[in-house]
């Protein structure tokens, strides 16, 4: 034997199927949703309703099968739907055709003594048939006054918007509140080192600016006005008497001084 036969024989165990119940004939009923939604509510031994099965005298006709919700079921209120329920329904028979349908059940071990590591079939305990399907139906609500205002409640849930406008009487406070943030913060201890940009006498600016020009031929407008500490309207009033301004690279938006104002030592 392979060691690929070895791996699928341990993996999948043989299971014993119960059939007892095999031969029992079963209906295979579709139900409203907020019938099933209810039901799942319920308790395993309480009655969610009754149903009957009315034979015709006529040969070949099918029967006519009703189902009445009980009272207690139909004042059970399933969070977030419609809280109207119809008591009356009717069955719609169907054949089941050339399938052969069977119901199974699967009694499970109790997932606490249930290690984390097993699977799928260790879990299951007993696999039952519990009958065949002979029958076909599909459960509809009968057109009344109370189907009417299902469907109505339906669409009122439906239209109605996710998100709503809400007065509220308290403020609701979802943040801590600041009294100054970061960014003003540092804004303000900027402004305070480096003081309010007085104006100079225009020669000195000019002098200034000479003397600055006299270490790089090019400087920028930002660098200038760092230099200057002057406001830059003033400042660019007074380089556009001494300066020019580059358009074009390599130097482009930088200033230079204008050629009667240059001093360099030209370059050995």
């Known amino acids: 034997m392979s060691s690929n036969q070895e791996d699928s024989s341990t993996s999948r165990q043989v299971r014993e199927v119960d059939l007892t119940a095999a031969g029992r004939g079963v209906w295979l009923v579709k139900v409203p949703k907020y019938l099933s939604e209810k039901?799942?509510?319920?308790s395993g031994k309480c009655e969610v309703g009754r149903l009957k099965i009315t034979r015709s005298k006529l040969p070949g006709t099918k029967p006519e099968v009703t189902f009445s919700m009980n009272d207690v079921q139909m004042k059970?209120?399933?969070?977030?739907k419609p809280t109207i329920t119809p008591k009356e329904h009717k069955f719609l028979l169907t054949g089941v055709g050339n399938q052969n349908l069977v119901v199974f059940s699967e009694q499970k071990k109790d997932a606490a003594n249930s290690s984390s590591s097993s699977t799928a079939e260790d879990i299951s305990e007993k696999i039952a048939i519990e009958g065949k399907?002979?029958?076909?139906?599909?459960?509809?609500p009968v057109v009344d006054s109370s189907y009417v205002n299902l469907k109505k409640e339906q669409?009122?849930?439906?239209?109605?918007?996710?998100r709503e406008i809400k007065q509220i009487a308290l403020p609701v406070n979802v943040y801590k509140p600041k009294s100054d943030h970061k960014a003003n913060i540092?804004?303000?201890?900027?402004?305070?080192?480096?003081?309010?940009?007085?104006r100079m006498d225009k020669d000195e600016v000019q002098n200034k600016l000479f003397s600055i020009f006299e270490?790089?031929?090019?400087?920028?407008?930002?660098?200038?006005v760092?230099?200057?500490?002057?406001p830059i309207t003033y400042l660019k009033e007074i380089l556009k008497e001494i300066c020019i301004y580059n358009v074009k690279a390599p130097h482009k938006n930088m200033w230079e001084l204008r050629p009667e104002y240059r001093h360099y030592k030209e370059a050995k």
Do not use: F, S
């Not at 039901?39 to 319920?42: L, N």
């Open 215 to 224: 270490k790089h031929q090019y400087y920028n407008i930002v660098d200038l």
């Open 133 to 140: 399907v002979i029958q076909r139906a599909e459960c509809r």
């Open 226 to 230: 760092r230099l200057t500490n002057q």
């Open 76 to 80: 059970q209120e399933v969070p977030g």
């Open 155 to 162: 669409r009122v849930v439906m239209n109605k918007p996710r």
């Open 186 to 198: 540092e804004y303000q201890k900027k402004m305070k080192e480096e003081g309010k940009r007085i």
């Open 39 to 42: 039901w799942k509510k319920a």
